[in-house]
């Protein structure tokens, strides 16, 4: 009969050894990570960042569908601006959005241009799991994660070079265009993740929804990508793999337990379903546009 051994327990010091080791690699980690945050000089000012990310706005909103509904954008717009009055200062100016795409997926670019589609709205049970969403995009905006992302893919050169042409934004444009685009501007690291969800947690308690809810809306999330399976996932993009999405929820779980949560904390609003109730009428985006909203999140060129 063959027995499965467990190698740590037949050898203890093993154990220690790659404990050990995983243990140097962690501290590596951190102390690369604070190497980067403190060595990597932004050479994109905060009105250079507005700038370009106002040009790829405009990109953007030329092929997507946006839900163009006075209650919509009433709605997006007292919870976004909520939410920045409650996360850390930021120069950038926010502009909110609701984009009509079956995706369930929301995105920020640099410069403060915020996305949140109908899908991922029609999802949510209440007000407060899409706050959770927009909270945690806000948060790479202030933290600068999207134009700090930019420029370690361009290289110090190439952003230089970016910022420093005669020919202005639209020299600019190109070079991030050749250095991946709207790609290069969100690959973040999963230090990048979880200060986002970090600060995006802490908004929304401060501004006085419940925290809980971004632990529901993440496995609701993560139920999907589950059903889903790898290919042709709706989900993939708003969950990236690192850090993974259980190990977001604990994280945030954790983060809550140590708020009081006997303070009046509101889950929704009548407005939010009623946004939800209009956004159910429309009728379903172009396939143009719904090939447009994928290529946002994976375009190369
Ligand atoms: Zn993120």
């Given at each position: 009969m063959v027995t499965a051994v467990n190698a740590f327990s037949l050898v203890p010091f093993a154990r220690f050894v790659v404990l050990g080791v995983l243990a140097l690699g962690l501290m590596a980690c951190q102390t690369l990570r604070e190497l980067e945050l403190q060595s990597t000089?932004?050479?994109?000012s905060p009105q250079q960042e507005a700038e370009l990310g106002m040009a790829f706005a405009e990109q953007i909103e030329e092929d997507l569908e946006l839900v163009d509904d006075p209650v919509v954008q009433a709605w997006i717009d007292d919870v976004g601006y909520t939410l920045v009055e409650h996360s850390p200062p930021t120069a950038q100016e926010f502009t909110f959005r609701v984009v009509n795409?079956?995706?369930?997926n929301a995105f920020a670019i640099p410069g403060g241009f915020c996305y949140v589609n109908s899908g991922l709205i029609k999802l949510a049970e209440n007000e407060a799991e899409v706050v959770a969403v927009i909270g945690h995009e806000i948060n790479h905006v202030t933290t600068r994660h999207g134009i700090r992302s930019l420029q370690r893919a361009m290289g110090l050169d190439l952003a230089a070079q970016a910022v420093g042409g005669d020919a202005g934004t639209r020299q600019a444009v190109e070079l991030v265009q050749a250095a991946g685009g709207m790609v290069a501007m969100r690959s973040f690291g999963r230090e990048d993740e979880r200060e986002a969800d970090r600060l995006g947690v802490e908004a929304m308690y401060r501004a006085g929804?419940?925290?809980?809810a971004a632990a529901t809306f993440f496995e609701k999330l993560r139920a999907g990508e589950q059903a889903a399976?790898?290919?042709?996932?709706?989900?993939?993009q708003i969950l990236s793999?690192?850090?993974t999405t259980a190990e977001r929820i604990r994280n945030i779980r954790e983060q809550v337990d140590g708020?009081?949560?006997?303070v009046p904390l509101r889950k929704d609003s009548e407005e939010f379903q009623e946004v939800k109730a209009r956004l159910a009428e429309l009728a379903p985006p172009s396939p143009e546009a719904e090939e447009a909203m994928e290529e946002v999140m994976t375009e190369e060129d």
């Open positions: 000089r932004l050479v994109f795409s079956d995706q369930v929804w419940d925290p809980r399976g790898a290919s042709d996932n709706p989900f993939t793999t690192h850090p708020y009081d949560l006997t």
